[in-house]
């Protein structure tokens, strides 16, 4: 069965690190999303990607960075960890969209929780 | 910046009851999700409604969007402890191009007791 999957689970790391979130899905969807989970907050756009070398900004973008080398995979790299960054990280991805008025159903891997110490 | 207010945040009731969460905004949407998370998990799409005024039903749970697009409701009927979990409206809007976004709402936490 297709699945999406995200590595590590669970994550522990101190200010001023790299951080790399990894995340993989097997739908071959050109789509894929991250997204951080804070309470009050709901889930927030960090960066998107509709197909292989495509990046984009999403709302909450800074201190983070994504490529996009082929379908399956988008990770998430926080350049020097921060404590503002501890979260839950979602990956999701998304068939492209072939109609304007049509908005595809996007899968959410089961997350990652950082602590930044 | 494109906001959707949940309300309540946070929902505690007893099995058998009934509850209706919102989901507004001062933004026009071109259609609108629902998702439910449960611990430890990732969001699962429940419904999509597209059309303002559309009333969409799975099962107990009853989806409507507001005639303007800017907002909508899940009404749960005769909750049970199986519906706890996080709600979550999301918006679609068309920025453009072929592929949109989703604007998440701040969730609404329900737990119900048996």
């Known amino acids: 069965d297709a699945e999406i999957t995200q590595s590590p689970r669970h994550k522990i790391t101190e200010t001023g690190r790299q951080v790399t979130l990894a995340c993989h899905q097997t739908w071959n969807h050109n789509n894929m999303f991250w997204y951080r989970q804070d309470l009050g907050h709901g889930l927030r756009l960090i960066h998107y990607?509709?197909?292989?070398?495509?990046?984009n900004k999403g709302e909450v973008s800074d201190g983070y960075s994504v490529s996009r080398s082929n379908t399956e995979d988008l990770p998430l790299t926080l350049e020097s960890a921060a404590s503002s960054q501890t979260s839950v990280y979602f990956c999701?991805?998304?068939?492209?969209?072939?109609?304007?008025?049509?908005?595809?159903?996007?899968?959410f891997g089961p997350g990652t929780r950082l602590t930044v110490l | 910046t494109q906001l959707l207010e949940q309300s309540p945040q946070f929902l505690s009731i007893q099995e058998g009851e009934n509850l209706t969460v919102y989901c507004n905004s001062s933004s026009v949407f071109s259609s609108l999700q629902w998702y439910r998370q449960e611990p430890g998990e990732g969001p699962v799409l429940l419904v999509t409604v597209v059309t303002g005024g559309e009333v969409k039903k799975l099962k107990r749970l009853t989806f409507q969007f507001g005639d303007a697009r800017k907002d909508s409701s899940l009404h749960i009927t005769a909750a049970q402890p199986g519906d706890t979990g996080l709600y979550l409206c999301a918006g679609v809007s068309n920025y453009g191009g072929a592929t949109n976004k989703l604007i998440f709402g701040t969730g609404t936490l329900l737990a119900v007791q048996p």
């Open positions: 990607s509709y197909g292989v070398h495509d990046t």
């Open positions: 999701a991805s998304s068939e492209y969209q072939r109609e304007l008025t049509l908005y595809n159903e996007q899968f």
